[in-house]
């Protein structure tokens, strides 16, 4: 294996060598990002290790170039961080680690080059590359990493129990970096990770959804979590998700298994979209099903108002990750609710009020709602695939004729609540609610256009069946 330096990169790790030569301390460029040059993934840090003081050997490189960079300085972590051009390069002086039982902070002390690589978590993350002369640009490979890089394969530089029992954080890492690099989990390691999966929770949910979102993010994501499911960590960190898991057959009727079902979607969503948000829904689509079910002797298995049970699960699983509580969290909740919606229009005895319904609800978000739809067809029947995804070329269709279809996404009704209370004479009261509804509706049944005269004339209407009459 061979890596290949942007000739600015060249030039900053040759400036670091020669400012660590000058104070007499052995430099290396290190983990991640030594690993992401050997696989060609673009990286936009690098991590000098320094068997000496790391504050030091910063200051000395933002010296020699000009104008000086900024450097940060965290002293507590005995780091510090400058940026040359677009890159961001950070200091830390080589240190041994060691663990007690009863704590999840490490006593941190000066070591050597090795003892920094041994308590780094997996072999492709613990290589460094020798920035002194006479052996610049070698690789100082302890673990076998650049094997394992071949070999696409996750393992621990030590035994894998100490590794995840030290930082269990290690074990989601492990699953991210499979899912994100296609990489296999060694086996050992993998057992170590089903060993201790109940210490993931001593690490912050916050970090826990760091690694998640990392997941998502990845090309595949039903590799991690089928990983997770299948290490027993997704029933600890997700059970609502896990729960989605397995076939329950009675009198010779089965389910099909929802949470394959959901990592399918949720791979066909990740085809068509990069939105997070969009994952997380299709990832969350169907956690309704697990307390929605039952079985009924004519119909089989029912899963009634799954939707409407799914959105609801939504917050409370976004507020157990700390992720965030805003039009995100909506957004998701909005999709979850509404993923049946379209599939019920694409009969063709659908009203156009329907259509329009479903394109004013949707709002913003009808094109990632589509996305969602199509993504949930996962049979395997050609025949009923090609079927219902006419279905849904159908309703598309009869979307964009629905002539106010563009207008009606971001549409808001012509009368507002100001125009009735001004026309009537009214303060804020429950009729300005009524007359703006009955408006409203109105339009969106299609019983009148969608224009300003007509809907005035409707409001004044509306009015007068509640006894109001417009002051002059
Ligand atoms: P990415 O930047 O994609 O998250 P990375 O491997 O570069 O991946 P960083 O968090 O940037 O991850 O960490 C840089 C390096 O520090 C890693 O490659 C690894 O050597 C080491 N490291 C990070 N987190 C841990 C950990 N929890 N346990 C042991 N070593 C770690
Ligand atoms: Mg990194």
Redesign the pocket.
């Known amino acids: 294996m061979i890596f290949t330096l942007e000739p600015n990169e060249i030039r900053l790790l040759e400036h670091v060598g020669r400012c660590a030569a000058e104070l007499g301390v052995p430099a290396y460029a ?4 030594v ?1 992401d040059r050997l696989l060609g993934r673009p990286t936009k840090d690098i ?1 000098i290790v320094c068997v000496g003081d790391g504050i030091q050997l910063a200051n000395q490189v933002a010296n020699g170039i000009s104008p000086r960079p900024k450097v940060a300085v965290y002293s507590r972590f005995g780091t510090a961080m400058l940026h040359y051009e677009n890159i961001e390069v950070e200091f830390v002086g080589a240190r041994r680690e060691s663990y007690q039982s009863d704590s999840r902070k490490p006593d941190v002390e000066l070591g050597t080059l090795e003892d920094d690589q041994n ?3 997996f072999t492709i ?2 290589m460094a590359i020798s920035l002194q002369e006479g052996s610049f640009g070698q690789i100082v490979d302890p673990f076998d990493g650049m094997k394992h890089l071949e070999e696409r394969v996750i393992k621990t530089p030590l035994e894998p129990g100490k590794t995840f029992s030290d ?1 269990p ?2 074990m989601m ?1 492990a699953i991210r970096f499979a899912t994100q690099l296609g990489f296999s989990i060694d086996p050992e390691t993998f057992s170590g990770i089903k060993e201790y999966k109940n210490r993931i929770n001593i690490i912050s949910k916050e970090r826990i959804a760091t690694e998640l979102e ?1 997941i998502l993010l990845s090309p595949k994501p039903s590799v991690g979590f089928n990983l997770l499911f299948d290490a027993g960590l997704l029933q600890i960190i997700m059970p609502e998700v896990a729960a989605l898991q397995g076939v329950e057959d009675r009198q010779g009727r089965a389910h099909k298994d929802n949470f394959y079902h959901t990592l399918e979607v949720l791979d066909n969503v990740c085809k068509k979209s990069n939105n997070v948000w969009l994952r997380w829904a299709a990832l969350l689509h169907d956690i309704g099903k697990p307390p929605t079910k039952k079985f009924d002797k004519e119909a089989g298995w029912t899963f009634h108002g799954h939707e409407w049970k799914g959105a609801i699960m939504v917050p409370p699983l976004f507020r157990n990750l700390r992720l965030p509580l805003d039009q995100k969290l909506e957004y998701v909740k909005k999709l979850v609710m509404m993923h049946l919606r379209p599939i019920s229009l694409t009969r063709e005895e659908v009203t156009d009020s329907a259509v329009r319904r479903l394109i004013f609800e949707a709002g913003e978000d009808l094109d990632d709602l589509m996305i969602l739809c199509e993504s949930d067809i996962t049979t395997k029947n050609p025949k009923k695939m090609s079927r219902y995804l006419e279905g849904y070329e159908y309703l598309k269709e009869r979307m964009s004729l629905v002539t106010e279809a563009d207008r009606l996404r971001l549409w808001q009704p012509p009368i507002t609540g100001e125009i009735i209370m001004k026309t009537f004479g009214l303060s804020p009261s429950k009729e300005v609610g009524v007359i703006k509804t009955a408006v409203r509706e109105a339009i969106l049944d299609g019983e009148i256009p969608n224009e300003m005269a007509e809907a005035f004339n409707r409001m004044v209407e509306e009015g007068r069946k509640l006894g109001l009459k417009p002051i002059a």
């Open positions: 290190v983990g991640g990002y690993r991590d308590r780094r978590d993350n613990a930082d954080l290690r890492r990392k």
